[in-house]
Structure formats: structure tokens, C-alpha cells
């Protein structure tokens, strides 16, 4: 017997699974260096796994476990796959990382380190079967396994009460996500007959209405998993109250998970999209995506930032994904693919860069132990590591080429620029709109990123003692090398990506853009023709190291190479301390200025007599105000009217008991025929 | 480019002047200094003059030729002078705050620019006129004046909003049918001068009763 | 894609980097001619750099690898930006590889980089200014974009080469949604490079300053690759501005008349255009920086005005 892609995979989460139960058992010291780099061994495995089933071809498994006659159905083609490359490679970085993070809470705290290994491969695992589930029932056990695996996650350290709050909020959204999903798959499968199979809901049509709804459904469950606004609010609370490398995990993988979701159910199970959708999807992408730049700007938590940024990049990551319904709903599968390939780019990318990122700010907390960035500064000069690879992540996300953040939003920004004319007129004078907050989400996150790398690792250190600051160990620095590595390799590396990608896009559009990759040569992106638009990053990052290079030898040919040291000028003035920097409040403070009406602001300015002055400022999410205030004080008014039936007597009781059984009977016996 | 044929050139160029009367209309709307606004409005008139000549060239309707002189003469030099004159005399040359900032404004304009488009999609397609692209633009001129209006809380500015909308008619008439009858475009220029005297007699009297020429003051009217 | 190609590039890249002080010369004497002082020579912007680059390097103490790095980078870009504009050419071999969504990329890292470095030394001005020229840029920036977008789609493309020879090839057209591109480009022009409602160029100890306050820690070469890299930026806004505005006498030929005959018009264009925008910075006033922030998003309202009625008008 040979062995085939899907078997690999399923060993491999058996094994992730073995390896958790094994934590529990083994000593914490024990399964710290030894469970962790074989949880990243098999996430190399698994990526290696995902490539080969990305080559085509769709394998079923049917396992004989599950409930009586619902079986798990496992299944694995070309969009698992690639989603499975995507869990393989991100989480192979963000598992070699933790085997160093760790170190300090497996020698102090050993039974909860032994829970968190358990957990952490379970939620790994949990990934994996979300993507090679095959019927309606396994999704659901493996998406609601992810859940709750990483709500035990994030709120590991449990004695704060800030942490519980944000994990009780995220298990509600991921509850209320979690029956939406329930209900379309309901719908989907409705009047089918049968099983819950993939393969019984893929040929079972639904009118337009019906798919509609089911289209809505699947937009709440997903996309309150992703971040879609307005179900963002548990992301920017949870992903920073877990421990960073859960955080990386949360960011930059499971929120994939939600688009993998919308994919397998918009492309493969529900049939023809109808144009509004992707309109929709489009507009709230959009606005998502610039939602969250806008609160990522203003931060001043690190985590939180990152968060935030996460929210923008799963706006865009949507948006594109409607472009390409819309395309698709419209028959004009190249550019449709073009918005795929975008889409599908642009989440590797995110998992690459902001898991770094992620993984940059645990290295920041675990040396400083700070997560306001108002107290950091000039992390540079004693942690080069972590800088250093830092800055190719911040680099990423700020979308600058030559690096892979570029990559994809130039893809994305080819799709609206390339399009042909749609049916509908006055889809073709709004959609340029989504090009401009495009751009504009762009440059913001560059003020972001500035912003996060310029206040924690540049300048002066703001209070902290720099000589109690360590830098990052061997598995830290090999974990954040591996993610920065994948940042430049898919940054200079564009076309053999979408050459992978083709299989993907084929199976979803039926187009792909291989074969115009491919007629040019690896060195170029050329998504429709030469003539409109080409781009080739390795090219450029030569031509740039050329040109600096000859900068740099022009200037020392010439000229004498003489320096020395003296305190920094500042326009003369001599009493400069660390405390006359910018902070990140008032680095913000632009963007804050000028959003002012849309921020739900509060400030507290010191008068200027004030020998102790105390500046003070809030940003609140407005819509937490608009859409959940409103929605608790509604259930907290049900709540008070059910209340009033509870009287405390149990005759009472029996009494509503005894109603309810008269009237099902009355139900039952009148309804039938 | 073999041979030079004008009439492609003048269909080019009414679209051009179409475009800059929206674009003075967007600089109205961003603009704070009352002069700034009294040149920009002047500069529409000299463009609106302009492509009414233009389209009497194209379309060979000899009357609109004298609608364009009359354009010329009452909103390029009568009013842009009389509005002049009367800043001078209220002593209000100053910037002036609006009411909701700049660049809401104009987003704001940059939806009905969208709206007036598809607004005007289904008449243009039944308009055989070959000035047809020009109705949406004259359409979102006419709804950016009437924004400028409601954006603004002193009197002059609205005075102003109100002038340039009907600019924006104007454009709207040309293109569309070919410019209004002689008698009715006569009628309707001696009634707007008519209207800036009276205008500029009621800014005196709002001036004198209310000592400001905010039209906050004028909230206090109503009954209580 | 011969040789002579690559060379024609090279050649331009230096031609840039030779020009981009003394187009800083000729718009500086205008100032002063219109401010009625008496103008500096054209050649001073040379003895300024040279001056600077036998000066010795001053770092400060609390100053990264990252401040030494900054300046060569900078040039680096700038440098690279302005070879893969056609000036005179239009044919060279690089603009497949960088289209203008790249280009912008390329500006844009340099920024980031210039306002990273700033920050670097942590003092006040330093920080002050790196948080002004990103709000400059974060509207100045999708503002720039915008504006190549609509000629994007005018022409059906986004590499620089086809942008320009598209106008070539369909011949005199008055495009209505130029004329807003335009003006929206001129707007982030003078944002962009410091010139006067935004910045100004020529004070230093203002409390308004953006680009000065994040080089005053930088001395000798290091201080005169960023004055040189900062008149490469305006030569480019500029070239840029020809290339897609005034796109007449670009060649498309390697023959040696067509190629003098477009750098002197070239220079023409420079001479003309470097003028009006001394007049043009002599009659506006300085604007408060908050009041940036709205100037800055009418440039980039009116860009995405300009690519809607592209769609609009069909033209």
C-alpha cells in the first residue's frame, strides 16, 4: 500500500494529538524540550504534505468513528491543501519559537505548562481536521474543538480579571458564530435527504433565496471568526490576552481558517454566487480594513496594535475575496483569479508577517515584561535579534516592496485596476472607491507600523533599565528567522507562489495564472499581459542593492571615511531626556486629531499650572456602543421578563411543565394528517 | 493624427469645461475665504461661457451664442463686481468656518457625484444630444452648490451656493435641450441680478438688526 | 532589451543625479528673485554638497547602525526612482520589472526609513518630525496613487512605459479626468518634497518644520546624501509629472537625434516648470500643520474624483 497525501496528514494529526496527551504526562522541563521541536517537526511535515497534495487530485477517507451511522468523512484536495501548507509553515516557525518561550513558565509553573502543551497541539490538530473535514458533523466537532482549545489558550493566565473578560466574550462570539454555521449548514443540506456529507450538500442546489440566506449565515459564523466588522470586537480583546505564540497561532492561522470556511462554502457548496454578495463583501471588507488601520493607529497596547492590524488585514483579505465573487458571478474568471490568487496571497503573507510580529512582541514582553509601549524605547541597541527580524516584519505588513506584504496588495490593486466593465453601471463607478481606501488602508498601516517599530525598538529607553533586558534565545531566534525568512521568500519569489497557487484557483474559477506566469519566466508577475502590468521583485532588490552599494563605495572612493561620537544635537537644546519623545499616544495623536468625530474619544488635558501634570486619553470602538450596548441591555430586558416567571415555588413550576406537554400533544395530534 | 478635424476636439472640449465647472464646484465646497469664493465663482462663469459657446459652435444654434454673452456679462463681471462691492461694505473678506470639516464635505460630494451620475444614466440614454456626458456633470453641479449652501453659516456664502447653482442649471439646460428660449433666459438672468440687490439690501438688515451675519442668529425667528 | 539600453538607463539615473541640485539652484534663485533679495549662484547646491561631504561625521551617542544605513539607502532609491522614469526615453529595460505601484512602493520605503531613522537618536524634534512626515504621507501617499490609477486606466496599464506611450498613440485627446489628476498631483508634489503650504523648505528652528526636523542628527556625507536624495525627489515629482502630463517630445528611439532632442526639451520643461513652482510657492502662504491634514485629503478626493469620472465619462 502506498502511502497518499491524506494519510500523511491524518498521521500527522494523530500525532500532534499523541504529542499533547504525552505532555500532560511527561515533566514539564521534559516535554518543553522535547514535545515542542517534535510539534515543529511535524508542522514541517505537514507543510511538506500540503505541497504535495497541492499538485491536484482530491483524495476521501471515510473513518469509522464519529456518531452511529455518521461517520467522519475526511477529504483533501487542492483548497485544503493549500490551507494545510499555510498551517504547516506558520506554525512550524511559531512552534520552534515556543520551545524557547516557554522555558521560564515550564521550570516555574509546570502543571500549567503541561495543560498548555496539551492544548496547544490540540489546537493545532483541531486546525488540520477543520481543514480535512468532509461532512457537516466533523466540521462543526473540529471548528468547535479549535474554539475551545483556544479559549483555554487565551485565558491562561487566568488570575487576571481582564483576561477572563476577554475570553469569555471571545467564547460567546465564537458561540454565536458557531450556530449560525449550524443553521447554514442546515439550510444547505435541507430537503437534500441523506447525510451531512460535503459531497451530498455540493450537488444539492437551493433557490436564490434560500442561498441567500444561507450566504448571510455563513457571513455571521465566518465571518465572526474573522474579524468582519461589526463581529470584531472579541479580536482586538483575545489575541492579545493569550501568551504570544497562541497569539501568532490565533492571528496568523486560525483566522484563515474563517476564509477557508467562506471559500469551501461559497465556491464549492453553495453553486452560483449571486453579484451582491461579493458587492457586499467587498464594501465591508473594505470598510474593515480601514476600521482597523484606524484603531491599529491609535494604540498604544503592542499586542493590541497587532490585533487591530489583523482586523485590517482580514478586511482586505474579505474584500478581495468579494472582487472575486463578483468577477466570478459575472463570468470573467481570469480577473477573477487575479482576486483570488490576491486573496489566497495575501493570507500566506499574513500568517508569515504577523505571526513574526506576534512572536517580535512576545520577545519584547518576555524581556521587559511591558506591554505599553509608552514604557519601552530603544529596545534596538539591547535586543538586535528581535529588532532585526522585527523589522522585516513591520516592513512586510507596511506593504513595501521588495518583501511579501507588497506582494499581495499589488495583486489585489491589479484586480480592481484591471477589470473589464461589469453588468452593472454603478458597480463600476463605486468599485474604483474600494482601490482608494485600498490605497489608503496601505499608507496607514506604514503610520502603524512606523509607529509600533520607531516607539518599542528605537530612541531612548523610557524608564525601563536596559541592562536587566536580555535578548532572544536559540529557538526564538530560529523560530523568528524561519517567519522572516518566509517574508522575503514569498516577497522576492512571487511567481513560483502563484504557480502553486494555479491549482487552487483553477479548482475554484476554473482560470488560473499559471500559464501567464509561466510564459514569462519565474522572474516576473505578469498577471494578464506584459503590456498591463508587470512586476519583478527580484529584479528590483538586486537593482536596489546595486544602487546602495555604489552609493555607499561612490562615497568612500571619494571621500574620507572620519566619524566620531557626540551627544545627540536637537537643535542645541542640552537637557533632552528620554521622557521628551514622542510616546505612542502622542504619536497617534495625528491620526486622533483628525478622526477625532469618528473615534469614540476621551481626554483628560492638564491645565498648563499643573506642577503634576496627568495626560489622559481613551479610544473606544464606537460600535461597541452602537451594535453590543444595545444588544446587552435587549437581553438583559428578556432576562428580567423570563425572571418574572420564576416564582420559586415548584407546584409553579410543575404547572408550565405540565402546559407544555398539553400543548405538544396538542401540536402533535393536530398536525397530523 | 493625419488630418486635423475639429468637431472630435470641441466634443472633447465641452467634456474638458464640463469637468472644470465640477472642479471649481469641489473647490467651492473646500474653499473658507468669502474672495476666494467670489473669483471662483466668476472663474465658473467664464468656463460656463465658454462651453455654451462651445456647443452653439457644435450644435450651430446661433441663439446660444447670445445666452453666452449674457452669461458673460451678468455672471462674470456684474455679479462677481456687485458681490465684491458688497463685501467690501459689510467688511467680511474673512475666512469663514463651515459647518461640517472639509473633507466630509467632500466625500459626501463625491457621492452625489456618483448619485447625479446614475441619476442622469437613463435620461442621457435617451438623449440624442450629443451633449449628453455633460448632464451628469451639470446635475452633480447643482447638487455640489446646493450642499455649499447647507454646509455654510454666514449669509454671503450661501449667496454664493445659490448663484453657482444656478450655474449649474444652466449647464444643465444646455446640454440637455439645446439652452432654455431666449425670452426665458433673459427673464431668468434679470431675475437673479434683481435677486442679489435684494440679497444684498437684506444682508445690511440682517446686519443691522442682528450686529453678525450668521445665520444662527436667524434660529431665533421661529415661534416659540 | 539591448545594451544600449541598459546604458540609456544608467545614463539617465546619472543625468538625475547630476541635474536634481541644480534644478534645487534654478528654483532657489527664482525664490529670491521674486522675494526681491539678491539669488545665490545656480552652482551653490554643488559647493553645498561638496562642503558637507569632506565635513567629518557627527553621530549622535544614542544613534543605531540604523542612522548610518539611512542615508545610502535614501540615495540609493531616490537614485533608482529617478532612472526608471522616462525622462527622454521611454523604453528601458527596468520598467517591466518596477511599474508605478512599485515606484510608489520604492518612495515609500525610503520614507519609512528616513522617519525609522529619526526616531532612532530619540530626541524631540527627531521623533516630532518622523510622526509629521508620516501624516503627511499616509494621505499623500493613496492621493499619489490615485492619480496614477486614473492614467492606469486611461491607457490600460500601470507600467510607466505603456502610461506614456499610450497618450502617444492615440493622439491629441483632452481627457477630463487629467485635468483633476493634475491638479491633485501638483497638490502632493508640493506636499511631498516640502515646499511651501505644507513645508518649508528653507527654515530650520521652526516649530512647524517636518523634513528638517528629522535630519538634524545627521552631519557631513550622511547630511549631504539626504540633501542630495531630497532634490533627486523633487527631480522625479517633476520628471514624473512630465512623463505623464506633458508626455511631448519623448522618444521612443535609440537614435541619437531623437534622444538630444528630448533631453533638451527635457531641460526646457525643467527650466519652465522650476520657475512656476517658485512663483507658485511665493504666492501661497504656509499653512498650520492641522490644517495639512484637510489639504492633503482634497488632493486625494480630488485623485479618486478624477479616476470616478474616468468612469463616468467613459473618457
Known amino acids: ?673 | 493624427m493625419s488630418h486635423w478635424n475639429p468637431a472630435p476636439f470641441a466634443q472633447q472640449l465641452l467634456d474638458l469645461f464640463a469637468s472644470l465647472l465640477l472642479l471649481i464646484a469641489f473647490a467651492m465646497l473646500s474653499q473658507r475665504r468669502i474672495l476666494t469664493l467670489i473669483h471662483l465663482f466668476a472663474w465658473q462663469g467664464l468656463i460656463l461661457t465658454l462651453s455654451i459657446v462651445d456647443s452653439a459652435w457644435l450644435t450651430h444654434q446661433p441663439h446660444l451664442y447670445y445666452s453666452a454673452g449674457l452669461t458673460l456679462l451678468t455672471k462674470v463681471l456684474i455679479l462677481p463686481l456687485l458681490l465684491h462691492r458688497l463685501i467690501r461694505r459689510l467688511d467680511v473678506v474673512w475666512d469663514v468656518e463651515t459647518l461640517i470639516n472639509i473633507p466630509t464635505t467632500m466625500l459626501v460630494g463625491i457621492g452625489l457625484v456618483i448619485f447625479s451620475f446614475n441619476l442622469a444614466l437613463p435620461i442621457s440614454h435617451f438623449s440624442s444630444t450629443i451633449l449628453r456626458n455633460t448632464l451628469g456633470i451639470a446635475l452633480a453641479s447643482v447638487l455640489l452648490s446646493f450642499m455649499m449652501m447647507i454646509t455654510r453659516r454666514k449669509a454671503v456664502p450661501q449667496v454664493i451656493g445659490f448663484l453657482a447653482l444656478e450655474n449649474g442649471l444652466f449647464l444643465a439646460a444646455t446640454s440637455a435641450t439645446y439652452g432654455m428660449p431666449m425670452v426665458v433666459e433673459l427673464g431668468v438672468a434679470l431675475d437673479v441680478l434683481v435677486g442679489m440687490f435684494i440679497f444684498g439690501i437684506f444682508f445690511f438688515q440682517i446686519r443691522e438688526t442682528f450686529d453678525s451675519l450668521d445665520i444662527r442668529h436667524m434660529e431665533k425667528l421661529k415661534e416659540e | 532589451m539591448t545594451p544600449v539600453n541598459w546604458l540609456l538607463q544608467g545614463g539617465q539615473e546619472i543625468l538625475g543625479i547630476l541635474l536634481a541640485p541644480l534644478l534645487m539652484g534654478w528654483v532657489g534663485i527664482w525664490r529670491a528673485w521674486l522675494q526681491n533679495r539678491r539669488a545665490p549662484s545656480l552652482m551653490q547646491p554643488y559647493r553645498q554638497l561638496f562642503k558637507l561631504f569632506h565635513k567629518e561625521v557627527v553621530l549622535a551617542e544614542t544613534a543605531s547602525p540604523l542612522l548610518r544605513v539611512t542615508p545610502y539607502l535614501l540615495f540609493g532609491c531616490m537614485g533608482l526612482t529617478a532612472s526608471l522614469i522616462p525622462m527622454v526615453i521611454t523604453d528601458l529595460p527596468l520598467a517591466g520589472a518596477v511599474d508605478v505601484i512599485a515606484l510608489v512602493g520604492l518612495l515609500s520605503l525610503a520614507r519609512v526609513f528616513l522617519a525609522l531613522a529619526a526616531m532612532d537618536v530619540g530626541t524631540a524634534f527627531g521623533s516630532l518630525g518622523a510622526r509629521r512626515e508620516m501624516l503627511v504621507s499616509f494621505l499623500a501617499e493613496p492621493a499619489l496613487l490615485m492619480v496614477f490609477f486614473t492614467i492606469a486606466s486611461l491607457n490600460a496599464s500601470t507600467s510607466l512605459r505603456f502610461m506614456v506611450t499610450g497618450f502617444a498613440a492615440r493622439g491629441f485627446y483632452l481627457y477630463p479626468s487629467l485635468a483633476f489628476a493634475g491638479v491633485a498631483f501638483l497638490m502632493v508634489l508640493l506636499a511631498e518634497n516640502g515646499r511651501i503650504p505644507v513645508d518649508n523648505p528653507e527654515t530650520h528652528l521652526e516649530l512647524t518644520m517636518i523634513h528638517e526636523a528629522m535630519i538634524l542628527e545627521y552631519s557631513g556625507r550622511h547630511l549631504a546624501l539626504i540633501e542630495w536624495a531630497s532634490a533627486l525627489k523633487l527631480l522625479i515629482y517633476f520628471s514624473l509629472g512630465f512623463a505623464l502630463f506633458l508626455p511631448f517630445g519623448l522618444t521612443d528611439s535609440q537614435q541619437g537625434w531623437g534622444i538630444l532632442g528630448a533631453l533638451i526639451l527635457f531641460l526646457l520643461k525643467l527650466t519652465v516648470m522650476g520657475a512656476g513652482l517658485a512663483v507658485l510657492e511665493t504666492v501661497s502662504a504656509k499653512q498650520r500643520l492641522f490644517r495639512v491634514p484637510e489639504y492633503l485629503g482634497t488632493a486625494f478626493l480630488l485623485a479618486v474624483l478624477a479616476i470616478l469620472l474616468h468612469y463616468l465619462l467613459g473618457s
Open chain 1, 1 to 673: 500500500m502506498t502511502l497518499l497525501p491524506l494519510d500523511l496528514v491524518g498521521l500527522i494529526l494523530t500525532g500532534w494529538g499523541g504529542l499533547g496527551l504525552l505532555g500532560l504526562v511527561l515533566p514539564a522541563r521534559l516535554g518543553r524540550s522535547l514535545l515542542f521541536p517534535l510539534i515543529t517537526g511535524l508542522s514541517v511535515l505537514m507543510a511538506g504534505a500540503g505541497l504535495w497534495a497541492l499538485q491536484g487530485g482530491a483524495q476521501t477517507l471515510v473513518l469509522p468513528i464519529g456518531l452511529p451511522g455518521m461517520p467522519f468523512h475526511l477529504r483533501l484536495d487542492v483548497l485544503s491543501a493549500f490551507f494545510l501548507t499555510l498551517l504547516g509553515l506558520a506554525g512550524s516557525g511559531i512552534s520552534a519559537y515556543a520551545t524557547g518561550y516557554f522555558r521560564r513558565m515550564a521550570e516555574t509553573q509546570a502543571g500549567d505548562f503541561q495543560r498548555l502543551t496539551l492544548l496547544y497541539a490540540f489546537f493545532l490538530a483541531s486546525m488540520g481536521m477543520v481543514l480535512v473535514a468532509d461532512d457537516a458533523y466533523f466540521f462543526m466537532v473540529a471548528w468547535e474543538g479549535m474554539a475551545l482549545s483556544s479559549y483555554f489558550l487565551v485565558t491562561t493566565d487566568h488570575e487576571i480579571p481582564a483576561i477572563r473578560e476577554a475570553g469569555f466574550l471571545y467564547l460567546l462570539m465564537a458561540h454565536l458564530g458557531a450556530i449560525a454555521l449550524l443553521l447554514c449548514f442546515g439550510l444547505l443540506q435541507s430537503g437534500a435527504g441523506g447525510d451531512y456529507a460535503f459531497a451530498t450538500l455540493r450537488h444539492h442546489s437551493l433557490s436564490s433565496f434560500w442561498s441567500s440566506v444561507t450566504f448571510f449565515l455563513a457571513l455571521i459564523g465566518f465571518g465572526a471568526k474573522a474579524g468582519l466588522l461589526p463581529l470584531h470586537s472579541w479580536l482586538p480583546e483575545a489575541h492579545p490576552a493569550a501568551p504570544s505564540p497562541v497569539s501568532a497561532l490565533m492571528s496568523g492561522i486560525m483566522l484563515k481558517m474563517a476564509l477557508y470556511g467562506l471559500l469551501r462554502v461559497l465556491f464549492d457548496l453553495l453553486g452560483q454566487p449571486l453579484w451582491w454578495w461579493g458587492a457586499l463583501l467587498v464594501g465591508l471588507g473594505s470598510l474593515t480594513a480601514l476600521y482597523g488601520v484606524l484603531f491599529a493607529a491609535v494604540q498604544s497596547d503592542i499586542k493590541r496594535l497587532l490585533a487591530w492590524s489583523s482586523v485590517e488585514n482580514m478586511g482586505l483579505i474579505l474584500s478581495g475575496l468579494g472582487l472575486t465573487l463578483l468577477f466570478h458571478g459575472a463570468g470573467q474568471e481570469t480577473v477573477a483569479a487575479l482576486a483570488l490568487a490576491a486573496v489566497l496571497y495575501h493570507a500566506l503573507n499574513h500568517a508569515f508577517f504577523k505571526g513574526l510580529l506576534f512572536l517580535g512582541a512576545g520577545s519584547v514582553l518576555h524581556a521587559t515584561a511591558e506591554r505599553n509601549m509608552a514604557k519601552l524605547g530603544g529596545l534596538i541597541r539591547v535586543m538586535p535579534w528581535a529588532a532585526g527580524l522585527s523589522l522585516v516584519g513591520i516592513l512586510s505588513l507596511a506593504g513595501l516592496p521588495p518583501f511579501n506584504g507588497f506582494v499581495s496588495e499589488w495583486l489585489l490593486l491589479q484586480a480592481y485596476l484591471l477589470r473589464p466593465d461589469l453588468p452593472q453601471p454603478w458597480l463600476n463607478m463605486v468599485l474604483p472607491l474600494g482601490a482608494a481606501v485600498l490605497a489608503l488602508v496601505g499608507a496607514l498601516a506604514g503610520f502603524a507600523m512606523v509607529k509600533f517599530y520607531g516607539i518599542i525598538f528605537l530612541g531612548q529607553a523610557r524608564g525601563l533599565v536596559p541592562g536587566e533586558v536580555h535578548d532572544i534565545g536559540f529557538w526564538e531566534r530560529f523560530g523568528m528567522g524561519w517567519m522572516a525568512l518566509g517574508c522575503v521568500l514569498l516577497g522576492l519569489f512571487p511567481s513560483s507562489v502563484i504557480l502553486q497557487l494555479d491549482t487552487v484557483t483553477h479548482a475554484l474559477v476554473g482560470q488560473g495564472l499559471g500559464a501567464s506566469a509561466a510564459r514569462h519566466g519565474w522572474l516576473w508577475v505578469t498577471p494578464v499581459a506584459a503590456s498591463r502590468a508587470s512586476y519583478s521583485p527580484l529584479i528590483l532588490f538586486a537593482v536596489i542593492l546595486v544602487s546602495v552599494g555604489l552609493t555607499f563605495l561612490g562615497v568612500r572612493r571619494f571621500f574620507h571615511g572620519r566619524w566620531r561620537r557626540a551627544p545627540a544635537w536637537d537643535c542645541g537644546y542640552p537637557f533632552q531626556t528620554a521622557r521628551m519623545q514622542d510616546s505612542a499616544d502622542g504619536f497617534g495623536q495625528p491620526i486622533k486629531q483628525i478622526f477625532e468625530s469618528f473615534f469614540g474619544l476621551s481626554r483628560e488635558i492638564p491645565s498648563p499650572f499643573d506642577p503634576h501634570p496627568h495626560y489622559h486619553s481613551e479610544v473606544r470602538d464606537p460600535l461597541w456602543a452602537l451594535c453590543y450596548l444595545p444588544l446587552v441591555r435587549g437581553v438583559a430586558r428578556l432576562v428580567k421578563v423570563v425572571g418574572g416567571l420564576q416564582q420559586g415555588r415548584i407546584s409553579t413550576y410543575l404547572l408550565f411543565s405540565f402546559t407544555t406537554l398539553l400543548a405538544l400533544l396538542a401540536l402533535v395530534t393536530g398536525t397530523r394528517p
